[in-house]
C-alpha cells in the first residue's frame, strides 16, 4: 500500500492510498481509494504476477501516480 496526495487544484488536494487489486478475470489493477471517503477508482497495470504487480506500484513515483489515478475509471 501507498499514500501519496492528488487534487485539480491544492485547495482540493486529499489524500489517496492504491493497492493492488485483482479483477474478476485475473487482471491485476491499482486501485486509488481516497482516505476521507469517496469512490474507488482503477487503473490496470501491465503486470501479470502479484509479484510483478508489487513491484511496478513500488517503482512509480508520486507524480506517476497521481498521472495514473488522473487516468483511471471508477470500480
Request: proline share 3%; hydrophobic share 45%.
Amino acid at each position: 500500500m501507498r499514500r501519496f496526495t492528488a487534487g485539480l487544484t491544492t485547495a482540493e488536494e486529499r489524500l489517496w492510498e492504491v493497492v493492488i487489486g485483482k479483477e474478476s478475470w485475473g487482471t491485476l489493477v491499482l486501485l486509488f481509494s481516497p482516505v476521507s471517503g469517496g469512490h474507488v477508482r482503477k487503473s490496470v497495470l501491465a503486470a501479470e504476477t502479484m509479484l510483478e504487480a508489487e513491484a511496478e506500484l513500488g517503482a512509480m513515483t508520486d507524480s506517476e501516480l497521481r498521472a495514473r489515478l488522473a487516468s483511471s475509471s471508477p470500480w
